[in-house]
Protein backbone atom coordinates (compact mmCIF):
# COMPACT_ATOMS: atom_id res chain seq x y z
CA UNK A 1 0.00 0.00 0.00
CA UNK A 2 1.13 3.65 -0.38
CA UNK A 3 1.06 6.45 1.87
CA UNK A 4 -1.70 8.89 1.41
CA UNK A 5 0.26 12.27 2.91
CA UNK A 6 3.71 11.53 1.07
CA UNK A 7 3.24 8.89 -1.32
CA UNK A 8 5.58 6.61 0.04
CA UNK A 9 5.39 2.67 -1.12
CA UNK A 10 4.83 0.66 2.21
CA UNK A 11 4.64 -2.91 3.42
CA UNK A 12 0.49 -4.03 3.96
CA UNK A 13 1.27 -4.12 8.02
CA UNK A 14 2.27 -1.05 9.27
CA UNK A 15 0.41 1.50 11.31
CA UNK A 16 2.34 5.03 10.23
CA UNK A 17 4.28 6.03 7.59
CA UNK A 18 7.85 5.08 7.98
CA UNK A 19 8.55 8.35 5.71
CA UNK A 20 6.26 10.79 7.06
CA UNK A 21 4.74 9.44 10.30
CA UNK A 22 1.12 9.87 8.83
CA UNK A 23 -1.19 7.21 10.08
CA UNK A 24 -2.66 5.18 7.55
CA UNK A 25 -6.11 4.72 6.96
CA UNK A 26 -6.13 0.71 6.39
CA UNK A 27 -5.10 0.14 10.11
CA UNK A 28 -7.60 -2.38 11.11
CA UNK A 29 -6.46 -5.33 11.80
CA UNK A 30 -7.86 -7.29 9.10
CA UNK A 31 -7.56 -5.02 6.02
CA UNK A 32 -3.62 -4.32 7.25
CA UNK A 33 -2.74 -8.66 6.65
CA UNK A 34 -3.90 -9.72 9.89
CA UNK A 35 -6.88 -12.05 9.90
CA UNK A 36 -6.98 -12.37 13.62
CA UNK A 37 -9.21 -10.02 15.20
CA UNK A 38 -8.16 -8.31 18.87
CA UNK A 39 -8.91 -10.38 21.79
CA UNK A 40 -12.06 -7.99 22.76
CA UNK A 41 -13.54 -9.15 19.66
CA UNK A 42 -12.25 -12.74 19.89
CA UNK A 43 -13.68 -13.39 23.38
CA UNK A 44 -17.63 -11.87 23.07
CA UNK A 45 -19.22 -14.22 25.92
CA UNK A 46 -23.43 -14.07 25.18
CA UNK A 47 -25.84 -13.98 28.53
CA UNK A 48 -28.02 -17.12 27.71
CA UNK A 49 -31.89 -15.62 27.31
CA UNK A 50 -33.81 -15.60 31.11
CA UNK A 51 -36.85 -17.93 29.85
CA UNK A 52 -40.05 -16.45 29.40
CA UNK A 53 -42.68 -16.47 31.01
CA UNK A 54 -45.45 -17.71 28.56
CA UNK A 55 -48.51 -15.14 28.68
CA UNK A 56 -51.15 -16.46 30.73
CA UNK A 57 -54.68 -15.67 29.40
CA UNK A 58 -56.35 -13.11 32.26
CA UNK A 59 -60.17 -13.36 30.83
CA UNK A 60 -61.15 -14.12 34.27
CA UNK A 61 -59.27 -11.40 35.98
CA UNK A 62 -60.38 -8.56 33.84
CA UNK A 63 -64.38 -10.03 34.61
CA UNK A 64 -63.58 -9.83 38.36
CA UNK A 65 -61.99 -6.15 37.81
CA UNK A 66 -64.31 -4.52 35.77
CA UNK A 67 -67.51 -6.60 36.61
CA UNK A 68 -68.21 -9.09 39.35
CA UNK A 69 -66.45 -6.84 42.31
CA UNK A 70 -68.25 -3.89 41.14
CA UNK A 71 -71.75 -5.98 41.01
CA UNK A 72 -71.13 -7.20 44.49
CA UNK A 73 -70.85 -4.15 45.96
CA UNK A 74 -73.86 -3.28 44.31
CA UNK A 75 -75.65 -6.28 45.60
CA UNK A 76 -74.53 -5.97 49.10
CA UNK A 77 -75.87 -2.02 48.72
CA UNK A 78 -78.94 -3.26 48.02
CA UNK A 79 -79.08 -5.92 50.61
CA UNK A 80 -78.53 -3.76 53.11
CA UNK A 81 -81.10 -1.37 51.99
CA UNK A 82 -83.88 -4.00 52.22
CA UNK A 83 -82.53 -5.20 55.23
CA UNK A 84 -82.79 -1.54 57.00
CA UNK A 85 -86.62 -0.76 55.36
CA UNK A 86 -88.06 -4.23 55.09
CA UNK A 87 -87.92 -4.24 51.88
CA UNK A 88 -86.87 -8.36 51.66
CA UNK A 89 -90.55 -8.95 53.26
CA UNK A 90 -92.04 -6.44 50.42
CA UNK A 91 -90.68 -8.41 47.60
CA UNK A 92 -93.01 -11.35 48.92
CA UNK A 93 -95.71 -8.83 49.58
CA UNK A 94 -95.19 -9.19 53.41
CA UNK A 95 -95.80 -6.47 55.01
CA UNK A 96 -92.37 -5.92 57.34
CA UNK A 97 -94.53 -5.15 60.58
CA UNK A 98 -96.52 -8.23 60.54
CA UNK A 99 -93.11 -9.93 60.42
CA UNK A 100 -91.56 -7.86 63.18
CA UNK A 101 -94.87 -7.82 65.19
CA UNK A 102 -95.41 -11.46 64.89
CA UNK A 103 -91.25 -12.54 65.37
CA UNK A 104 -89.61 -10.63 68.34
CA UNK A 105 -85.82 -9.94 67.35
CA UNK A 106 -86.33 -10.17 63.33
CA UNK A 107 -86.45 -6.18 63.11
CA UNK A 108 -82.73 -6.57 65.06
CA UNK A 109 -81.50 -8.96 63.13
CA UNK A 110 -82.57 -7.07 59.64
CA UNK A 111 -81.24 -3.83 61.20
CA UNK A 112 -77.93 -5.48 62.69
CA UNK A 113 -77.05 -7.66 58.85
CA UNK A 114 -78.45 -4.73 57.36
CA UNK A 115 -75.52 -2.66 58.23
CA UNK A 116 -72.94 -5.96 57.79
CA UNK A 117 -73.91 -5.66 54.00
CA UNK A 118 -72.89 -1.75 53.70
CA UNK A 119 -69.53 -2.98 55.53
CA UNK A 120 -68.80 -5.71 52.73
CA UNK A 121 -69.14 -2.65 50.19
CA UNK A 122 -65.41 -0.87 50.82
CA UNK A 123 -64.04 -4.96 51.32
CA UNK A 124 -65.11 -5.21 48.29
CA UNK A 125 -64.29 -2.15 46.33
CA UNK A 126 -60.35 -2.68 48.44
CA UNK A 127 -60.23 -6.36 47.19
CA UNK A 128 -61.28 -4.86 43.51
CA UNK A 129 -58.23 -2.34 43.62
CA UNK A 130 -55.92 -4.58 45.33
CA UNK A 131 -56.38 -6.67 42.29
CA UNK A 132 -56.61 -4.10 39.10
CA UNK A 133 -53.04 -2.90 40.94
CA UNK A 134 -51.28 -6.33 41.22
CA UNK A 135 -50.85 -5.89 44.79
CA UNK A 136 -49.13 -9.03 46.46
CA UNK A 137 -51.43 -9.74 49.21
CA UNK A 138 -54.83 -8.97 46.78
CA UNK A 139 -55.97 -12.65 45.80
CA UNK A 140 -55.93 -13.40 49.47
CA UNK A 141 -58.22 -10.49 50.00
CA UNK A 142 -60.20 -11.87 47.63
CA UNK A 143 -60.45 -15.18 49.15
CA UNK A 144 -61.94 -13.17 52.21
CA UNK A 145 -64.01 -11.26 50.87
CA UNK A 146 -65.77 -14.06 49.37
CA UNK A 147 -65.09 -15.94 52.74
CA UNK A 148 -67.00 -13.43 54.62
CA UNK A 149 -69.90 -12.76 52.34
CA UNK A 150 -70.80 -16.79 52.41
CA UNK A 151 -70.56 -16.84 56.44
CA UNK A 152 -72.78 -13.66 56.33
CA UNK A 153 -75.34 -15.21 54.16
CA UNK A 154 -75.16 -18.14 56.23
CA UNK A 155 -75.69 -17.05 59.28
CA UNK A 156 -78.50 -14.26 58.59
CA UNK A 157 -80.47 -17.94 57.38
CA UNK A 158 -79.27 -19.54 60.30
CA UNK A 159 -80.61 -16.79 63.12
CA UNK A 160 -83.96 -16.11 61.12
CA UNK A 161 -84.39 -19.95 61.44
CA UNK A 162 -84.16 -19.74 65.15
CA UNK A 163 -86.25 -16.74 65.84
CA UNK A 164 -89.00 -17.57 63.30
CA UNK A 165 -89.04 -21.49 64.06
CA UNK A 166 -88.67 -23.08 61.16
CA UNK A 167 -86.96 -26.35 60.23
CA UNK A 168 -83.24 -26.00 61.12
CA UNK A 169 -82.31 -29.32 59.59
CA UNK A 170 -83.17 -27.88 56.07
CA UNK A 171 -81.88 -24.77 56.84
CA UNK A 172 -78.21 -26.64 57.73
CA UNK A 173 -78.46 -28.95 54.47
CA UNK A 174 -79.18 -25.16 52.08
CA UNK A 175 -75.80 -24.03 54.65
CA UNK A 176 -73.60 -26.57 53.63
CA UNK A 177 -74.92 -26.54 49.82
CA UNK A 178 -73.63 -22.81 49.87
CA UNK A 179 -70.80 -23.33 51.56
CA UNK A 180 -69.11 -26.37 49.16
CA UNK A 181 -70.11 -23.87 46.69
CA UNK A 182 -68.02 -20.70 48.01
CA UNK A 183 -65.32 -23.13 48.87
CA UNK A 184 -65.31 -25.12 45.47
CA UNK A 185 -65.29 -21.12 43.95
CA UNK A 186 -62.18 -20.03 46.35
CA UNK A 187 -60.25 -23.29 45.73
CA UNK A 188 -60.84 -22.63 41.58
CA UNK A 189 -59.77 -18.83 42.38
CA UNK A 190 -56.49 -20.06 44.46
CA UNK A 191 -55.23 -22.40 41.26
CA UNK A 192 -55.90 -19.53 39.26
CA UNK A 193 -53.86 -17.13 40.75
CA UNK A 194 -51.22 -19.25 41.86
CA UNK A 195 -50.37 -19.62 38.33
CA UNK A 196 -50.17 -16.24 38.06
CA UNK A 197 -48.51 -14.97 41.27
CA UNK A 198 -45.19 -13.23 39.79
CA UNK A 199 -47.63 -10.77 38.58
CA UNK A 200 -48.77 -9.49 42.05
CA UNK A 201 -45.54 -8.50 43.25
CA UNK A 202 -46.38 -4.72 43.89
Known sequence: MFCSNCGKELPD??????????????TDYTQAGNTRA??????NPVTPAQPVQPALPMNW????IYFSLFAGAVVNFISGILNLTGGNYLIYGVDPETVYSAFDGMHTLDIGFGIVYFALIP???????SLAKFKKDAPSMFYIYHGASMIVSVAYNMFSVIIT???VSEIIAQALGTAAGVVLFIALNIIYFNKRKHLFVN
Open 13 to 26: SVAFCTNCGAKLKN
Open 38 to 43: PWTQQY
Open 61 to 64: YKFL
Open 123 to 129: FALIARS
Open 165 to 167: GGS
